[in-house]
């Protein structure tokens, strides 16, 4: 149908203006200085953010009776929206036919078996590969089944593009798309490729993508992502990180994917190896990237279809961001481990026409969604009883709130608009969850619906004892129960100093449980933090009480708007650098705005600037300072008078005492520049950080000229007289000398120590040494002055001279390292220990450029149990440092081989080398830890 009551093109340039004229007061928007015009900009002089332009574009199409694109709410500026408007006059609503229903009768079953992520894929597409897995919603709603066979082709090209490209197992590539077909062949494409994914949020706005790329630039360095997945509008800027990312080395888009042949082999990571990087969008100052593995991952999905009876017959409804812990785990690959269909929609879609979500809910019989608090506020706001009028919601038996601090009132309200389309109270259901624990931590029972509980408000803040108290006391503080710990997982409150509180007394929230991360990615001072005896820290504060999980506010000042994670510090310093507001005199904090149902970002920054004009000026100027940091516009700053903002007798900002006094009302620039422009500033910095990194590095690179001069005027002589030298000891002697001679021209010290606890002359054993960097092997054979057999993947030997020079050097080969799996090889090793033979193994498999420890596979402990041989335990310091993974420039500095007391296995059979295994790496990780 076309929309009536359309407005002459004369006056709708006038029209649009009043409207927005009305909506700036009626919001108390700060407008500019020369009035709202039609060049006014909705974000940094109005302060419009996602949910603002969601409404106004309701109220612009409602009265001008035009139906405006998703694109709408990316409008700069009221004459770009007023262009829509008009191109928008003869557009039709709900005309593009939506599937209805799904096949979701018969019982699939799930992969109970599976190990990893690409376990669960391959064995639904094995099992039902024609089923319909996805039907995602496009911009015109136009409707992309996508099957599991489907997704599986589409990740195979993916995966034979990225090794075209050169991608090494191990390697992070960073997923920058919106959500989409693309989206999901890219996360699987990745991991069959070996590869490690890092979804990372594509700019909404070109307005943005100067400072997107400059905050997304921490990520990807942390992350060292050798390759960026994106939209081809975004290649050109893309390029521009390469110059700030040393690892970044190709930008890949996926035109033309149906034209690429698909990888016929997949990577077979193993369950402890890493499935995904989770980085929020607060994680730009000091880059935090969870580590999750996919055991993690698999635990997590498990524990909650558990706690919510996930079956056959249910449908997931999302709309959330697949660079989200809760779109990504808890809707997409949640729904894919338990055969579950799962209809999806860009968030821009739901932002334009929240009533899109909860028709994907009526038409596909939706069971399952989930969404944060802003979200079913948005639904109350925008959605009319006029507009609520067919709606069936009686199948959704759970609405998840969470991501974001739940309001009791939102959950009073959405139950009671929504209850005439059959939506039930009880399926309600506030959730808490966290990246460190993949997805999800607390679920309530089932059918129980919201839980609000009542306390004495003063008591609480006075000793922070949550006593209950009538829920009709007007000074009670309501807080909404989150559930309890999913199966498997615990959590506890203590104080402090870690002592465990009792029920009802506020504190520290901590938790264990099977998908808890290993840390941070490459972040190890965080790490420690995070990870203190045992439990991991939440960042939250909340008490316990019938089970469920009270949460009342953060440990750190974090900030969550709009479900995007912010941190204030960044915003802070930028704004005390302004002319006219006091440097260290700024805080920025979430302040609850009962009407939105969420947090106001608010910040308070003093200044001595009393001139009416120059203050206008200056708050012009901080707003479009702290949008260019956030990428949002705050919604409120204050210029306060000095001496507003509180700090400690040390000088720390005490943010939440600035927040009560804001809350108790005691708290008494030119256009942004074109697209074009951004990015010459953008890259012209680049450029400027490429050469002062050129210049620094010109010492090192001069130091890497002549090693591999050094290395390639001696390594010829040795290796002819390798291959002329009749006895392996022989051989061993001259190559000793070799490395030797080379590491002195090259200016390299090596230490050795322990070379007493080597087993006597004549008797095997199986070394076992972590693995750093390409030079452990020249290393090892330099502290060991007698032979030792290394075992080596079989592809060495398609180089000839790498592969018969290490031949030679008595260097067994195998197919691969678990040779549980292989008795063949297994028995070639077996034979070489009774010859007397001493074994060299990497029980890592391989290294990787980031330090710590990978899981030990098991090949080199049963042998050495099976031949009842002492394992002697090998620490590798430093060669990580001579010559990085990701890199073959070698460094000048010190390596370090650390021989440990052999150990012997307690028996022959599986547990004695699974004993043995962990004993070995327990003593190797004691001394890889600082």
């Known amino acids: 149908m076309t929309l009536k009551g359309k407005t002459d093109a004369s006056d709708q340039a006038g029209q649009l203006l009043t409207i927005l004229h009305s909506f700036a007061q009626e919001s108390r928007l700060p407008a500019p200085p020369e009035g709202i015009t039609l060049d006014t900009r909705l974000e940094t002089d109005l302060g419009l953010d996602s949910l603002s332009r969601s409404e106004l574009i309701a109220r612009v199409e409602k009265g001008l009776g035009v139906a405006l694109p998703n694109e709408a709410l990316l409008a700069a500026t009221a004459r770009e929206l007023l262009g829509l408007v008009r191109d928008g006059a003869d557009t039709t609503v709900e005309t593009t036919p939506r599937l209805s229903g799904l096949d979701v009768a018969a019982d699939a079953g799930i992969p109970t078996s599976a190990r990893t992520l690409l376990d669960v894929l391959t064995w639904h597409h094995a099992q039902h590969g024609e089923r319909v897995h996805i039907v995602y919603y496009d911009g015109e709603d136009r409707a992309q089944p996508i099957t599991y066979a489907g997704l599986a082709e589409g990740a195979s090209r993916v995966a034979a593009r990225l090794r075209r490209a050169g991608l090494t197992e191990g390697a992070t590539v960073a997923v920058m798309l919106p959500t989409g077909p693309d989206y999901f062949f890219s996360f699987f494409g990745i991991l069959a490729a070996g590869g490690i994914p890092v979804p990372i949020y594509p700019p909404a706005r070109p307005q943005q993508i100067e400072d997107h790329l400059r905050r997304h630039a921490r990520i990807l360095d942390n992350a060292g992502v050798t390759c960026l997945i994106t939209v081809p509008e975004a290649r050109t800027v893309a390029h521009i990180l390469r110059l700030q990312v040393t690892s970044l080395r190709e930008i890949l888009t996926l035109e033309n994917l149906d034209g690429e042949s698909p990888a016929t082999v997949w990577a077979h990571p193993e369950p402890d190896d890493i499935a995904f990087l989770q980085y929020t969008s607060g994680s730009t100052g000091d880059p935090k990237g969870v580590v999750l593995s996919h055991a993690d991952l698999l635990a997590n999905i498990r524990a909650m279809g558990e706690a919510i009876a996930i079956g056959p017959d249910d449908v997931f409804v999302s709309w959330l961001p697949l660079y989200h812990d809760m779109g990504l785990i808890g809707a997409w690959l949640g729904s894919l481990y338990f055969a579950v269909p799962l209809v999806s929609m860009s968030p821009l879609s739901f932002l334009a026409r929240p009533r899109r979500w909860l028709q994907a809910i009526h038409d596909h019989h939706g069971t399952l969604s989930a969404a944060p608090n802003f979200a079913y506020e948005l639904c109350l706001t925008r959605i009319s009883e006029a507009q609520r009028d067919g ?32 939506l039930r109270p009880e399926a309600l259901a506030p959730v808490y969850g966290l990246a460190e624990a993949a997805v999800g931590l607390a679920f309530p029972p089932l059918n129980r619906g919201s839980r609000i509980d009542c306390i004495d408000r003063v008591r609480f803040a006075d000793s922070g004892y949550a006593l209950p108290v009538p829920g009709d006391d007007p000074e009670a503080l309501e807080v909404v129960a989150c559930g309890s710990p999913l199966p498997g997982y615990r959590v506890r409150i203590v104080d402090g100093e870690g002592r465990t509180l009792p029920e009802r007394h506020e504190g520290l929230l901590q938790f264990q449980g099977p998908s808890a991360t290993r840390g941070y990615y490459r972040n190890p001072e ?22 469920d999980i009270h949460l009342t506010g953060r440990v750190k000042d974090l900030i969550i708007r709009g479900g995007r994670n912010l941190y204030p510090y960044e915003v802070e310093q930028a704004l005390g650098e302004l002319p006219g507001i006091r440097n260290g005199c700024v805080v920025a904090f979430a302040a609850t705005d009962p009407k939105q149902g969420s947090e106001r970002l608010v910040i308070v920054a003093e200044s001595k600037e009393q001139d009416p004009a120059r203050r206008a000026a200056l708050m012009q100027q901080a707003r479009e300072r702290a ?23 040390s000088g720390k900002l005490r943010r939440g005492d600035t927040r009560t006094l804001y809350l108790a009302g005691r708290l008494v620039a030119g256009p942004p520049r074109p697209v074009w422009q951004q990015v010459a500033r953008l890259g012209g910095s680049a450029l400027r950080g490429r050469l002062s990194r050129l210049i620094h590095r010109l010492p090192q690179r001069i130091y890497a000229g002549y090693a591999w001069a050094v290395f390639y005027l001696i390594a010829p002589w040795f290796w002819i007289g390798v291959m002329l030298t009749p006895r392996l000891t022989w051989r061993w002697g001259l190559v000793r000398f070799g490395i030797r001679l080379l590491r002195r021209l090259a200016f390299v010290r090596l230490r050795v120590t322990g070379r007493e606890r080597l087993p006597p002359a004549g008797q095997p054993f199986v070394l076992v040494a972590n693995h750093q960097g390409y030079l452990d092997a020249l290393a090892l054979i330099e502290a060991i002055e007698r032979p030792v057999s290394f075992v080596a993947k079989r592809e060495l030997l398609n180089n000839p001279f790498v592969g018969r020079f290490l031949a030679r050097m008595g260097t067994l080969f195998v197919e691969r390292f678990d040779l549980q799996r292989s008795h063949r090889e297994s028995s070639q090793l077996s034979a070489a220990l009774a010859r007397g033979a001493s074994l060299a193994f990497f029980p890592e498999g391989t290294f990787r450029t980031q330090p710590g420890l990978l899981p030990f596979r098991m090949g080199a402990f049963v042998i050495a149990a099976q031949a009842g041989l002492p394992v002697l335990p090998v620490v590798i310091k430093g060669t990580r440092e001579l010559m990085p993974g990701d890199s073959l420039l070698p460094h000048w500095g010190q390596a370090e081989v650390l021989i440990g007391s052999p150990m012997m296995a307690t028996g022959a059979d599986w547990e004695a080398a699974a004993a043995l295994r962990d004993a070995a790496r327990t003593v190797i990780g004691a001394q890889l830890t600082p």
């Open 391 to 422: 709606l069936d919601l009686s199948g959704w038996r759970c609405a998840f709130n969470g991501a974001e601090p739940v309001s009791p009132l939102t959950l009073r309200r959405f139950a009671e608009h929504f209850a005439p389309c059959g």
């Open 627 to 649: 949008t260019d940091i956030l990428g949002l516009p705050p919604d409120e700053i204050v210029l306060a008078p000095p001496r507003s903002v509180l700090k400690t007798s």
């Open 526 to 547: 965080a790490t420690a933090r995070l990870i203190r005896d045992g439990w991991h820290e939440t960042g939250d504060r909340a008490y316990l009480a019938g089970g």
